[in-house]
């Protein structure tokens, strides 16, 4: 099973660029990158998804090298309301349908 | 579509009373996710079914968890009897397709009080 390490938290200010790296070093040939974001008192919500190079939406990017041994999450110009906590999912279908397990995650707090 | 609905929002019962936890998937989605949050513990997967048939429930704490589904537009967890350690927050999820790629939708969660 494909297991992801990530920053347990980080500290940005209004308007900075913040990136958040996940490690997922047995990553199988097939598996997806995913990210969910998780506001307080709230489920998780999907954010991102990607399998290789740079996936771009209108929340964030990911960016993905050649061994995708590593994902990171960009988040561009915070603002107070991306405080979360941030999850890196990477596949996980030991029985063939999508066991979505979620580590610690990256508390991310976002100053004035 | 309203999303993945739970019910209640709020549960508070006294220890040993049977507590039961209600979730409605969103149309259509054919996989559906129960987890349990804590502090102390995160955010667990519990069981997860595909196609309303329980695919792996190795994240069932114990004998007094269990859960159905016994159509496509409900899901239940029930805990009997429950104990103040099982005080968490239960999210329900579901999703579309049985892929690497696919997205979940969660609920709003059920705060769960054991005394």
């Known amino acids: 099973l494909a297991k992801t390490t990530q920053p347990i938290s980080m500290d940005s200010y209004e308007g900075q660029e913040v990136n958040i790296t996940c490690s997922h070093n047995?990553?199988?040939?097939?598996?997806?990158i995913t990210w969910y974001q998780q506001f307080p008192s709230q489920g998780p919500r999907f954010i991102i998804q990607g399998y290789k190079t740079k996936v771009t939406n209108e929340v964030a990017s990911l960016f993905i090298p050649a061994d995708r041994k590593s994902s990171t999450l960009s988040l561009p110009r915070v603002s107070l309301s991306d405080t979360a906590v941030y999850y890196c999912?990477?596949?996980?279908?030991?029985?063939?349908?999508?066991?979505?397990?979620f580590g610690t995650g990256t508390r991310l707090l976002v100053s004035p | 579509d309203a999303g993945v609905i739970q019910s209640p929002r709020h549960e508070v019962t006294e220890m040993g009373q049977e507590v039961t936890l209600r979730c409605k998937p969103i149309?259509?989605?054919?996989?559906l996710f129960w987890y349990r949050q804590t502090m102390m513990r995160g955010l667990e997967l519990l069981i997860y079914f595909n196609n309303n048939v329980p695919i792996d429930d190795s994240g069932m704490p114990e004998d007094r968890f269990s859960a159905k589904m016994p159509n496509a537009s409900f899901s239940t967890l029930k805990i009997q009897p429950s104990e103040p350690r099982d005080s968490a927050v239960y999210f329900c999820?579901?999703?579309f397709g049985t892929g690497r790629n696919t997205e979940a939708f969660f609920g709003q969660g059920t705060r769960l009080t054991v005394v």
């Open positions: 999820a579901s999703s």
């Open positions: 047995n990553i199988a040939t097939n598996d997806y």
């Open positions: 149309s259509g989605h054919n996989s």
């Open positions: 999912l990477v596949g996980d279908t030991p029985t063939g349908f999508q066991k979505l397990v």
